[in-house]
């Protein structure tokens, strides 16, 4: 069983991952736009639609947010409306959010959401958030819900930008067999299927979990030394001074693995690290510095 501050952090990134896995991964059509106000007001509780209306200027339509939802500019002193399990409808009942935003499997909805959300005259938005191109659309459709088609087009430009300067700087380079940690114990790790995954691939490396054929695969120390890779990113968003400590400890018992012994793991700490929104870009840069790192010269 994963430990609780592991659960915490998944679950503030993917949102609902858990039910969309089982029930498939269609993407459901966004509703159509609120017209009647110039700028609707929208409880987002899903962190990667917070993150995406955040980072295109768009902040001043929220009105709350989720319960995993980092403290930043945009978010701080927001009410928490609740997360991917709850949701506080006596807060959304005094608030009267004219959009919420959540994320759930299309024919696998909360139990009671659509009928109380159509008591407050609440529109649902559903954004199906699991890979790059998801969170193009997903900025799209956001976008447009809340009359701000502009702001999310530059901000989907943007990350495009960026991503795809990654994409170049790396193409000609050899691809490190990197192996992608995201508890402190290095039990669980990123495997194929995950936007991480995608984003390894344009920052020039290759998953040594592909062969696990799991999004999000637990590995116990035998499997890891069998993987063997050659460098090791370790993900820990807002990890406490503990859970640091307790990072440095194992790859201090695994200094007998090459990437240990070479100093070829890195660890992070940022708080988007795991989220699918805005910040994929940044995710990726990082990545791309780690694994092809740039001499004053400008070569490896």
Known sequence: MFPARIVFRIAQIFVAMISIAIAGCDTAPAPAPVSAAKSPTVASLSPAATD???SMGAAEHLVAVSTYDADRAGTVGLPRAGDYQNTDWEQLR???PQIMIRQFSPDRAPP????????????????????????????????EAINEPDLAAVLEAQIRK???????RTASRPRVRTLIV?????????GPGA??????????????????????????????????????IQLLPNAPEQALAQAAQTWKSLESLPAVSRHRVDTFTDWY???????????AEKFADALHPLTDAGKE
């Open 112 to 143: 009671g959401l659509l009928e109380r959300a159509g008591e407050l005259h609440i529109k649902l938005l559903n954004p199906q958030i699991h890979t790059i191109e998801d969170i193009y659309l997903a900025t799209r459709q956001i976008g």
């Open 94 to 96: 005094q608030l009267r």
């Open 52 to 54: 995406l209306i955040v």
């Open 195 to 232: 936007f991480i995954d995608e984003i390894l691939t344009l920052a020039g490396g290759s998953n040594a979990a592909e062969s696990l054929g799991q999004p999000y695969p637990s590995i116990d120390r035998e499997q890891l030394r069998a993987l063997d890779p050659a460098a090791i």
């Open 162 to 168: 960026r991503l795809r300067a990654v994409a170049d």
């Open 273 to 283: 690290l795991l989220l699918p929104g805005a910040h994929v870009a940044e995710v």
């Open 182 to 190: 995201i508890d402190e114990l290095a039990q669980n790790v990123i």
